[in-house]
């Protein structure tokens, strides 16, 4: 059982938008730590998607956003495209235990 | 451009051990952390510890006490992962990622990642 808890499958047709959520708790998130988000094709390395909960590394669309709100966060996608179909986790650290760093359960994003 | 490639699939069976190499290019080895995160079937990622390459210092997940072992060779800037006493429950994708120690430890994220090696422990 992950610390940050995910919906396992969210899915959406080519040019709607999805959010993805991900919820902590007073000791993670609620805490102020910073929230990332990773996507992962089959088979490949997972990649950096969103950096402190709301900030994109080179080379990634301004259609992936992140926000974070109290023990919450969300990555949106807007413009959806059949290549985002993926893995999606977020990740963010624990005040609380001794491995601090944590992920969410991973969620699949379907493009219908 | 940053490059991390880890050691191909491993079959071990229960009670040994498990060496996986992650062989990092494209920067400066000593620049970031090494973190290993694992993942079980139909779970989600694990933290499981972290290796500085310049010094060999490490820290790990309370869960593998006794069992982890994290070593590096800066000579083919490559670092290992030793998991020893192999249950079946270990079965999983291990990845090698980077980590800017130089960010306050609540807001680091793991900024590049190996494609993973699955570890499969069976009797």
């Known amino acids: 059982q992950s610390v940050l808890t995910q919906p396992p499958s969210v899915s959406g047709a080519p040019g709607q938008r999805v959010t993805i959520s991900c919820t902590g708790s007073?000791?993670?998130?609620?805490?102020?730590?910073?929230v990332h988000w990773y996507r992962r094709f089959p088979g490949t390395a997972p990649e950096l998607l969103i950096y402190?909960?709301?900030n994109r590394p080179s080379g990634v669309p301004d259609r992936f956003s992140g926000s974070k709100s109290g023990t919450s966060a969300s990555l949106a996608i807007t413009g959806l495209q059949a290549e985002d179909e993926a893995d999606y986790f977020c990740?963010?650290?624990?005040?609380?235990?001794?491995?601090?760093?944590?992920f969410g359960g991973g969620t699949k994003l379907t493009v219908l | 451009q940053v490059q991390l490639v880890q050691s191909g699939a491993e079959v071990k069976k229960p009670g040994a051990s498990v060496k996986v190499s992650c062989k990092a290019s494209?920067?400066?080895?000593?620049?970031?952390?090494i973190n290993w995160v694992r993942q079980v079937t139909g779970q989600g990622l694990e933290w499981m510890g972290w290796?500085?390459?310049?010094?060999?210092?490490?820290g790990f997940a309370a869960k593998f006490q006794g069992r982890i072992t994290m070593t590096r060779d800066t000579s083919i800037a490559t670092a290992y992962l030793d998991l020893s006493s192999l249950r079946p429950e270990d079965t999983a994708v291990y990845y090698c990622?980077?980590?800017?120690?130089?960010?306050?430890?609540?807001?680091?994220?793991?900024?590049?990642w190996g494609q993973g090696t699955l570890v499969t422990v069976s009797s």
């Open positions: 494209g920067y400066s080895f000593g620049s970031y952390d």
């Open positions: 007073s000791s993670n998130i609620g805490a102020g730590s910073d």
């Open positions: 990622a980077t980590r800017d120690r130089n960010k306050f430890a609540a807001a680091a994220s793991f900024d590049f």
């Open positions: 290796m500085n390459p310049n010094t060999g210092n490490s």
């Open positions: 402190g909960n709301n």
């Open positions: 990740q963010s650290y624990d005040n609380n235990l001794s491995g601090p760093w944590v």
